[in-house]
């Protein structure tokens, strides 16, 4: 049955910080992708969304009653909670049916950040891409520091 719901729906997987090495290790190709920075992400940020919230970090797995629990409920038990290792993310999360057309308003980009691995041929795509853009936003890059074990975004 968890399987159903896995195939059932697509997760949209965002954080509230940028600044973790860890984060951009893991999901930006060890520092060679990009961060795209949003306001306001919501229900309402996507057409086609139907949860959204912030993740909830414990020790121990949820008890999901598939027969007799609301939908909503177990969909939520599933895809909003995470084992406790991994509360440095700070995770927000948007959950969508499978078959949903997902479209953003791209006026909710702030900014866009760099991996400090990231190639030449990706970054020049990348500025392309923002500079064709009718509202103007930010193109940074991220650094390690060498005061913290955070990344700089300058």
Same mark, same amino acid.
């Given at each position: 049955?968890?399987?159903?719901?896995?195939?059932?729906?697509?997760?949209?997987?965002?954080?509230?910080?940028?600044?973790?090495?860890?984060?951009?290790?893991?999901?930006?190709?060890?520092?060679?992708?990009?961060?795209?920075?949003?306001?306001?992400?919501?229900?309402?940020?996507?057409?086609?969304?139907?949860?959204?919230?912030?993740?909830?970090?414990?020790?121990?797995?949820?008890?999901?009653?598939?027969?007799?629990?609301?939908?909503?409920?177990?969909?939520?038990?599933?895809?909003?909670?995470?084992?406790?290792?991994?509360?440095? /993310? !700070?995770?927000?999360?948007? %959950? $969508?049916?499978?078959?949903? #057309?997902?479209?953003?308003?791209? =006026?909710?980009?702030?900014?866009?950040?760099?991996?400090?691995?990231?190639?030449?041929?990706?970054? /020049? !795509?990348?500025?392309?891409? %923002? $500079?064709?853009?009718?509202? #103007?936003?930010?193109?940074?890059? =991220?650094?390690?520091?060498?005061?913290?074990?955070?990344?700089?975004?300058?």
């Amino acid at each position: 049955m968890h399987r159903e719901y896995l195939i059932a729906f697509v997760v949209v997987c965002c954080s509230e910080r940028a600044d973790s090495p860890t984060m951009w290790s893991h999901y930006a190709n060890n520092h060679g992708g990009i961060c795209v920075g949003f306001d306001g992400l919501s229900v309402n940020s996507f057409s086609g969304i139907k949860l959204s919230g912030k993740v909830n970090y414990q020790n121990e797995l949820p008890i999901v009653q598939y027969f007799g629990e609301e939908k909503k409920r177990v969909v939520h038990k599933i895809f909003f909670t995470k084992n406790s290792d991994w509360n440095y /993310e !700070r995770e927000f999360r948007l %959950v $969508a049916e499978a078959d949903a #057309a997902l479209t953003m308003d791209p =006026a909710l980009i702030r900014e866009v950040m760099l991996g400090m691995n990231i190639d030449g041929l990706t970054e /020049e !795509r990348v500025r392309q891409m %923002v $500079a064709k853009r009718h509202t #103007a936003f930010p193109v940074r890059t =991220a650094h390690l520091s060498y005061a913290t074990y955070e990344m700089e975004i300058s």
